[in-house]
């Protein structure tokens, strides 16, 4: 049965394309390209933060989980969120420069988080809610 | 489970990581400047002063100046547990370091023992506290992954790397009758081979895939090379201590060494080939240099057995093409990406004054072009120093090279800390 952190995982590879697409469009100026793929991937982001801020957080927090941890993630999420707002304000003022550095620090915030979430807080979740797990997937899926 | 990794307040103020970077680049200039003194041609000869007196500049004061500033940095992350006492650590690894690696190129420049007596108990106190520090961190840390393994044996190739060359200083200053040239071969084979290439790939690990977004290595590479280079290193450097050994089995064990050293960097570059992160990127292509250095190293160094008469030549360009094409290429790629990352790090910190102020993005920190200028720069010094040991017109190339490289590195950290500065300062009155 697949685990939360390979769940989880496959979705920030799956973010980590959209954002290469993107960002290679934006470098060629090829601005149509780059809204369909950012759109894409700023959904996709928004749509993983949403799993974590209203479903695994909240269990691991109710099962007693460590609060410390979850704490750093979500002020992370804000981070990330901050920059992927002025990101969708570089492609509608169609700025590569604004755009290619933006995205240089995203990627770095974004690998350094992902890599946090992927070696320690989903194998914690795992671990703490084993047994809930299928009812918190049907959960998930639905988001 | 130790969750120590998550916390922020795990690294190290940004002072700690920036010494150490905002001195080493000088130490670039320097060599290059003890090159230009030196007189003659220093790459036709290995044995000369200069080039003694400048590859310490580099291996010490540049490279080791940036890998103990940078492990400072790395360890809370990569393995979830800080050093202890960082502040403590760090000045008493930055200033011994750098007060030794002085009087040490100084020492060899000059021929003058005193220095060389002074040099080595100096750098001997930085790598012991840089030792210990980092052997506890490595003890308390519950993570376990193949770049922690790779540190562990990284940081015991420096272990004999410190002592070999405190015991080559002390005996080169005392005139003590000791095997030089076999302690010289064991020294470098651990400060390059082991110390230098162990820290690089378990750093890559990391870093490529997460950074450049390639696939990652193959769990059969992570898994058993580091202690596969570390055993061949152990057992070349067992080699040396009969009297007299077969010429085959030390052949053997040099090949094996080549061969798993190579196989890292074609795997590496194969890895970058894929990449699906396609735009162009300065760090990039400094590793990219790096890695074909390094295989390039390995054809030399294979070169030199199966051509004896050309064998210690062959050797020579080798040593100089892991060093500047391999070490000097990785550090300062590196060096790139983590400054204007730390820059950016901390000033966010600053919360949402930071925010409404204006954090400056990652390309605002270090202007781009001058690091692609410093790219090709570093591709035609590195041409260069492969031409001057045979060619002395080159070695004038070679050794403004370097300067320029130094000057161009320090202009980069510099505009890094001033853009820093500058931010800190505009957030700090926006909360006044």
Request: a neutral charge; hydrophobic letters at 55%; proline letters at 5%.
């Amino acid at each position: 049965m697949t685990t939360i952190a390979e769940f989880m995982t496959a979705k920030h590879g799956a973010c980590d394309d959209e954002f290469a697409v993107a960002e290679e469009n934006a470098l060629d100026g090829n601005w149509g390209k780059t809204e369909t793929a950012f759109n894409a991937f700023h959904n996709g982001m928004a749509q993983h933060f949403k799993i974590e801020e209203d479903v695994l957080f909240p269990a691991l927090a109710s099962a007693g989980g460590p609060s410390g941890p979850v704490q750093v993630m979500l002020m992370e999420h804000t981070q990330i969120r901050g920059l992927l707002d002025e990101m969708a304000a570089a492609v509608t003022e169609k700025n590569e420069q604004e755009y290619s550095g933006l995205s240089e620090t995203l990627l770095i915030v974004m690998q350094q988080h992902n890599h946090k979430e992927e070696n320690i807080l989903y194998p914690i979740m795992d671990q703490i809610l084993s047994k809930e797990r299928e009812a918190l997937f049907v959960r998930m899926q639905a988001i | 489970m130790k969750m120590t990794s998550l916390s922020t307040d795990q690294a190290p103020p940004i002072g700690v990581p920036l010494r150490f970077f905002a001195v080493a680049p000088i130490f670039i200039v320097l060599a290059a400047l003890l090159l230009a003194v030196g007189g003659g041609n220093p790459f036709a000869d290995m044995h000369s002063p200069a080039l003694l007196a400048a590859t310490h500049c580099i291996t010490l004061g540049f490279m080791a100046m940036v890998m103990l500033g940078a492990i400072q940095q790395l360890l809370p992350v990569v393995i979830g547990s800080p050093m202890p006492a960082s502040r403590l650590v760090a000045w008493f690894t930055f200033l011994p370091l750098m007060a030794g690696t002085l009087l040490l190129s100084g020492g060899f420049m000059l021929g003058k023992p005193e220095l060389l007596n002074l040099a080595w108990p100096l750098l001997g106190l930085a790598f012991l506290v840089f030792i210990g520090a980092s052997l506890l961190s490595l003890a308390r840390a519950t993570a376990q992954n193949a770049t922690k393994t790779a540190i562990l044996f990284s940081v015991l190739s420096l272990i004999m790397a410190a002592t070999l060359g405190m015991l080559l200083a002390r005996g080169y200053a005392t005139g003590a009758p000791l095997p030089y040239a076999k302690l010289a071969t064991a020294h470098i084979s651990m400060a390059l081979g082991g110390w230098v290439l162990l820290l690089a790939i378990g750093v890559s690990y990391q870093v490529i895939p997460m950074f450049q977004l390639t696939p990652n290595y193959p769990r059969w590479l992570t898994a058993s090379l580091v202690p596969a280079l570390f055993t061949v290193l152990l057992l070349n450097l067992a080699l040396l201590l009969p009297e007299s050994v077969p010429g085959w089995a030390k052949y053997a064990a040099e090949i094996l060494f080549w061969l798993l050293a190579g196989c890292f960097a074609a795997v590496t570059l194969r890895l970058q080939n894929q990449r699906r992160r396609r735009v162009p990127d300065v760090s990039l292509s400094f590793f990219q240099l790096g890695m074909a250095s390094l295989l390039f190293a390995a054809l030399l160094s294979l070169a030199a057995m199966l051509w004896p008469a050309a064998h210690n030549y062959l050797r020579a360009l080798s040593i100089l093409v892991f060093l500047l094409g391999f070490g000097l290429s990785i550090v300062q790629g590196m060096l790139y990406k983590v400054i204007p990352f730390l820059v950016w790090f901390h000033l966010f910190r600053g919360g949402v004054k930071a925010v409404k102020v204006g954090v400056p993005n990652m390309k605002e920190i270090i202007p781009e072009p001058w690091m692609w200028r410093h790219l090709w720069l570093h591709g035609a010094t590195l041409l260069a120093v492969l031409l001057a040991s045979w060619w002395d017109a080159a070695a004038w190339v070679a050794i403004p090279g370097l300067l320029l490289q130094g000057a161009l590195l320090s202009y980069g950290v510099f505009t890094g800390i001033s853009v820093y500065r500058r931010t800190l300062k505009r957030i700090e009155q926006a909360e006044a």
